[in-house]
């Protein structure tokens, strides 16, 4: 999985390709770990070039947004394809989170 | 196609080729040829091309006295003067009696040295037929003392009268067999009006006459007599022999019956011809025609030697098909014995050049049997096609596809049941094609038959070119004779397919 | 009819048929089923000695026809073959192909066999076709020829060898159809073939063939329905198996994804099943079953894809105690819900120390 990263004053946008599973999700949580060493007004997750979504990976948005509430900011999914969705969907995060459709790369 | 049809076409076919061979003749006198100093001596002579005729002494003479000599070896004597004529050679060496006829008919001959050696000429012998031999010896010592020699000397040698004398003969002891080549030329031997006449004939039929035996004459190239007699082919050879060291080691020589010198002949140089008025064409064509085929009953010659080349062409087609079909059999069956004789027939005959297969067959198979050599033609052929179309055979038979060979079986046909009925006929409409080609090689192939003595096409087409020396019209007209006797076998071949073969074009037109 | 016993064939050092034993009654219509290379084929062939058998007896109405003596030939004539690849005599029309074994064989007038045949042409629906070559005929077309030409000889049984295998799926049904109306009329018939419908409604019984043996034989209900062994099952649901098993603490999930990505690729899945699959894999392999998993233990995952309905089922098979994860409510149940959202039906077993987890998709 790769991680790309883009900050501007305390909102912060994560944009991640590939695969996120019981094996990468240990990459997008040490990732995570160092933008909270600030406060975060807005957390985007752009799930648009991500290509597959385990329970591993939907463990670390649900601590990540934890957090980013904690600190009285936001976090938000962008562009998950149809079938990220549907296990977004599957966990109740579609209630919880922004969707924004975003076209595809 | 109607047959009739074929017939027109036929004969349109044979005119037209007619012209052209006209035109070519007609159109040949055209080309100049380049002046080059001509040679005087021996010396001279020597340094340039020089043609002689293939296996006689004026070639063994040369190579002994001058082996720088580039020397060209020809079959006969129109061959050969046709190449000094069209200076393929500067000279041509040949013996001066010869010359002397030659230059009658062709004035553009020019003589550039004379007598240059002599040498006696002999009656050929087997080695093993002294008695013969004896016989001739006391023959000729006979005709020597009570003039009879002296007269054949002056008629044929000194004064060049060529009518053959009456010569008495009851002809009620046997045969006797002779070698001889009729295209020989004037004085010697030659073919007037069907009939053989010249000096070696005479003295011939006068020995006949002194055994009171009847003389057969076998015809054969020059090269072959010896071996002809030699394994005792024929009983005696006359042919105006020259008696050398090497010959008689062969066989064995009667004494010499009279002496031959030898010439070199060269052609004029255009300046020096009297150029004749060129005649018209059509006069030209008309000439060409008359000479080559009307005059001196010419075209039974011909008829006889397309008879001879179809016999021969026909029996060893149906003979050599046969075979094929046998030696293909033996060839696919599974008996390793049958399959490994198969392969070896095949391998060895492709290897031998078919003029060997032939010679083999006449002078050692049938050395010791008085066989037709007309037979011994049609084995040849025969055996030699056989090799070839027996791969063919097997060819198109495994080109079958082996499903319907499987449903044959399995419908209830039995194994040659299978064949007959499915395999064989589409494998023989496959090849047609090819067997058809080869058909044609096979009939072109026919006319090396002069060697073992036999008067096909192409031997009564040479023995008219030794009389009438025009070279261009009786070889086109060989060709395309030859072109028609092949051309009428296929459409024969085709008549035969299309009686039992498919009505299969109707139901492609009409499906 | 057709007693067949300890019937073996070798190619070479190849045995082709072990052990075969059968019997064809009058009107019955075999069909023959099972994998390629098999020994189908080969069985048919060795019934009329297209092939000759190495061991075995063949009866043929109490005559054991692999006797010496016997006039094979004359007994072929009553056994009509059909081939893969039609086999027509390509020299003769339609015409000639029907009528050249009852004119050359049974000895009939031309004019008595062509009446014959046109009324076989009628039947195979070719009557126009009657002056055709067979390369001008479809490959239908030809094979309904090459019936005719079976029939023409009056057979008391016809051997099928795969007579559809060579056909555009467009024509198949045209042959089929002959074939049909052949069985309805009570024509004894032996058909090795890969249409599995059209076995199972034309057959009178069906012969599984695997191995070199006859490894099941029964009604089509039977076979196609119910069949009772593993192999014939598989066959019949046109099984495609893919097993794994996991035995260190230190599992390759990326291993099992390329597995799964190769096997899916082989049967041109599609990406988004694929995408399923692995999920499903992963949710219940990581996140259930692995967390519980002792030193030494195995557990092994077959994936199965049913071609013939395009299904996929997944059996998980874990020792240990009884225990069903869809049951366990513990933890986030994340897992659980990705689970149960993307599969059909669920079903836990548990059988000598191992629990069995089958999943269909």
């Known amino acids: 999985m790769m991680i790309h990263k883009t900050q501007s004053d305390s909102d912060v946008t994560l944009a991640l390709t590939g695969r996120l599973d019981s094996v990468t999700q240990s990459e997008l949580t040490q990732e995570l770990e160092k933008v909270f060493e600030a406060k975060i007004n807005l957390l985007t997750l752009d799930l648009s070039a991500l290509e597959y979504l385990s329970s591993a990976g939907l463990r670390v948005f649900l601590s990540a947004r934890k957090k980013v509430t904690q600190m009285g900011g936001k976090m938000k999914i962008v562009g998950a394809n149809e079938a990220i969705s549907e296990i977004l969907q599957i966990t109740g995060y579609a209630d919880i989170t922004v969707m924004a459709k975003r076209g595809k790369r | ?511 | 009819m057709i007693t067949v016993e300890h019937l073996s064939k070798k190619f070479g050092n190849f045995s082709v048929l072990k052990d075969i034993n059968a019997e064809i009654k009058k009107g019955e219509v075999i069909s023959i089923i099972g994998p390629s290379g098999t020994g189908k084929s080969t069985f048919l062939r060795c019934l009329n000695l297209l092939e000759q058998p190495s061991g075995g007896h063949i009866v043929i109405d109490g005559e054991d026809i692999l006797k010496k003596g016997v006039n094979v030939p004359k007994l072929r004539q009553k056994m009509g073959m059909v081939f893969q690849s039609f086999n027509l005599y390509e020299h003769l029309t339609v015409m000639g192909n029907v009528t050249l074994g009852p004119i050359k064989l049974r000895g009939q007038g031309k004019k008595e066999a062509e009446e014959k045949a046109a009324e076989l042409l009628r039947m195979v629906g070719l009557s126009e076709k009657a002056d055709s070559y067979p390369d001008e005929l479809s490959g239908g077309q030809k094979q309904r020829v090459a019936i005719a030409r079976c029939l023409a000889m009056e057979p008391e049984i016809i051997l099928f060898d795969e007579p559809t295998s060579a056909l555009d799926p467009t024509m198949i049904s045209e042959v089929l159809a002959v074939i049909r109306r052949l069985a309805k009329n009570g024509m004894t018939m032996a058909i090795v073939t890969h249409e599995m419908d059209f076995a199972r409604d034309v057959s009178t019984r069906v012969f599984y063939m695997d191995e070199g043996f006859i490894y099941e034989e029964g009604s089509p209900k039977d076979i196609f329905e119910s069949p009772q062994k593993e192999k014939t099952r598989a066959f019949i649901q046109r099984l495609r198996i893919l097993k794994h098993e996991i035995g260190s603490q230190h599992f390759d999930l990326y291993k099992l994804n390329a597995d799964i990505e190769a096997f899916c690729a082989k049967h041109t899945i599609d990406k988004s099943i694929v995408g399923n699959i692995l999920l499903i894999a992963e949710e219940t392999l990581v996140n259930m079953l692995l967390p519980l998993k002792k030193e030494g233990q195995i557990i092994s995952l077959a994936l199965e894809y049913a071609e013939k309905r395009g299904e996929f089922q997944m059996v998980l098979g874990y020792p240990g105690e009884v225990y069903n994860p869809m049951l366990d409510e513990g933890g986030d149940n994340l897992a659980l819900m990705i689970v149960k959202k993307k599969t059909k039906n669920i079903q836990h077993s548990y059988s000598n120390g191992i629990n069995q987890l089958l999943i269909s998709m």
């Not at chain 2, 064509?285 to 011909?302: G, T």
């Not at chain 2, 090819?434 to 006319?447: C, R």
């Open chain 2, 1 to 511: 196609m109607s047959g009739k049809r074929i017939w027109n076409k036929a004969i349109l076919l044979v005119a037209a080729s007619m012209m052209i061979v006209s035109i070519l003749t007609a159109c040949r006198g055209g080309a100049e040829a380049p002046v080059t100093p001509q040679a005087k001596t021996m010396d001279d002579v020597a340094k340039g091309r020089v043609g002689v005729l293939l296996g006689t002494v004026y070639d063994t003479y040369l190579q002994k006295n001058y082996p720088n000599a580039q020397v060209l070896q020809y079959k006969n004597y129109p061959d050969l003067i046709l190449a000094v004529q069209s200076e393929k050679v500067d000279s041509g060496f040949i013996n001066c009696q010869a010359f002397k006829e030659l230059q009658k008919e062709n004035p553009f001959l020019v003589t550039l040295v004379t007598d240059v050696f002599t040498n006696p000429v002999g009656v050929g012998f087997n080695q093993e037929n002294d008695a013969l031999r004896e016989e001739f010896n006391a023959f000729l010592a006979g005709i020597k003392s009570d003039g009879v020699y002296d007269d054949w000397y002056q008629r044929w040698i000194k004064n060049g009268n060529y009518a053959m004398p009456v010569i008495e003969n009851p002809k009620n002891n046997g045969k006797l067999v002779v070698g001889i080549v009729s295209d020989k030329g004037y004085p010697f031997t030659v073919l007037e009006n069907n009939k053989l006449v010249g000096s070696d004939i005479e003295i011939i039929e006068r020995f006949g006459a002194y055994l009171k035996k009847e003389v057969v004459f076998s015809d054969m190239e020059f090269g072959g007599l010896i071996a002809a007699v030699s394994t005792n082919k024929v009983e005696m050879i006359v042919s105006t022999i020259m008696i050398t060291d090497e010959r008689k080691k062969q066989v064995d020589f009667s004494d010499p019956y009279f002496e031959l010198s030898a010439c070199v002949m060269g052609a004029k140089k255009e300046s020096e011809t009297a150029r004749k008025e060129a005649p018209s064409f059509f006069q030209g064509v008309a000439d060409s025609f008359y000479n080559n085929i009307i005059a001196e009953n010419r075209y039974l010659l011909i008829v006889d030697g397309i008879k001879t080349t179809g016999v021969i062409s026909v029996f060893a087609i149906l003979f050599g098909t046969l075979l094929g079909a046998l030696i293909c059999f033996m060839r696919m069956s599974r008996q390793w014995l049958a399959q490994g004789v198969a392969k070896i027939y095949i391998s060895v005959i492709r290897g031998i050049p078919v003029l060997v297969l032939l010679m083999l067959i006449f002078y050692v198979v049938f050395a010791r049997v008085d066989v037709n050599p007309v037979v011994a033609a049609i084995l040849a052929f025969g055996v030699n096609f056989a090799a070839y179309v027996s791969e063919m055979f097997r060819a198109s038979i495994e080109s079958i596809d082996k499903g319907q060979t499987e449903a044959g079986i399995a419908g209830g046909f039995t194994k040659a049941q299978t064949f007959i009925y499915i395999v064989m006929p589409q494998a023989i409409r496959r090849v047609l094609p090819v067997y058809k080609g080869e058909l044609i090689t096979l009939v072109k192939m026919t006319s090396i038959v002069g060697y073992i003595a036999v008067q096909d096409l192409t031997k009564a087409s040479d023995i008219i070119r030794s009389r009438t020396f025009d070279a261009f019209f009786p070889l086109i007209m060989t060709a395309v004779l030859y072109f028609c006797i092949s051309w009428l076998l296929l459409w024969l071949l085709d008549m035969a397919e299309q009686k039992t073969a498919l009505k299969r074009s109707a139901s492609k037109t009409n499906g």
